[in-house]
T-cell receptor, first 111, second 117 residues
Framework: LAKTTQPISMDSYEGQEVNITCSHN???????ITWYQQFPSQGPRFIIQ???TKVTNEVASLFIPADRKSSTLSLPRVSLSDTAVYYC????????????FGKGTRLHILP | DAGVIQSPRHEVTEMGQEVTLRCKPI?????LFWYRQTMMRGLELLIY????????DSGMPEDRFSAKMPNASFSTLKIQPSEPRDSAVYFC???????????????FGPGTRLTVL
């Protein structure tokens, strides 16, 4: 199972683009990269998942370089409501990998 | 779609008592996960089921914890006897795994906040 490393916390301002990078140097061939968001007193919410290159949905974009040893979650024009903990997960459940959320990145958006 | 339903939302009990947490997954989902979250240890996977069968219970902390899934629409997590260190928020999540790669898209319930005095 690929171990992930992400910043413990980040601050940004409303209206800015926020990029959170996750390192996963020993990612395996079948592993996907998944990001979750968790607000206080709520369960995590799936944001986006990708395997390579770029994935975009209505919430975020996920950039994955060719070597796949890292990934960057990009949140466009953040608002105060984007203040949350963001988790990067890497693995393949059907391949027997365990699901490890880690401590995540605590993002604080300032007015 | 009602989402994942957990009950109770809050539970306060005394040390030594039995605690039962309940979860109703999203209809049609084939995987169910139980997690525990504390400030110290973060979000930890306890056990997960595929088609009602336990697949990996290596995260269950000790024999005091047990989980069952008697049918596709119901699961329980039981702690007997409970201890103060079991105080945490317990989340249930479900997924439709057979259509998805990777670590799949999990839908989490609102959680049960357990306090053991």
């Amino acid at each position: 199972l690929a171990k992930t490393t992400q910043p413990i916390s980040m601050d940004s301002y409303e209206g800015q683009e926020v990029n959170i990078t996750c390192s996963h140097n020993n990612i395996a061939t079948n592993d996907y990269i998944t990001w979750y968001q968790q607000f206080p007193s709520q369960g995590p919410r799936f944001i986006i998942q990708g395997y390579k290159t770029k994935v975009t949905n209505e919430v975020a974009s996920l950039f994955i370089p060719a070597d796949r040893k890292s990934s960057t979650l990009s949140l466009p024009r953040v608002s105060l409501s984007d203040t949350a903990v963001y988790y990067c997960l890497v693995g393949d459940l059907r391949g027997g990998d365990k699901i490890i959320f880690g401590k995540g990145t605590r993002l604080h958006i300032l007015p | 779609d009602a989402g994942v339903i957990q009950s109770p939302r809050h539970e306060v009990t005394e040390m030594g008592q039995e605690v039962t947490l309940r979860c109703k997954p999203i209809s049609g989902h084939d995987y169910l996960f139980w997690y525990r979250q504390t400030m110290m240890r973060g979000l930890e996977l306890l056990i997960y089921f595929n088609n009602n069968v336990p697949i990996d219970d290596s995260g269950m902390p000790e024999d005091r914890f047990s989980a069952k899934m008697p049918n596709a629409s119901f699961s329980t997590l039981k702690i007997q006897p409970s201890e103060p260190r079991d105080s945490a928020v317990y989340f249930c999540a479900s997924s439709l795994v057979h259509r998805e790669p990777g670590l799949v898209k999990q839908f989490f319930g609102p959680g049960t906040r357990l306090t053991v005095l």
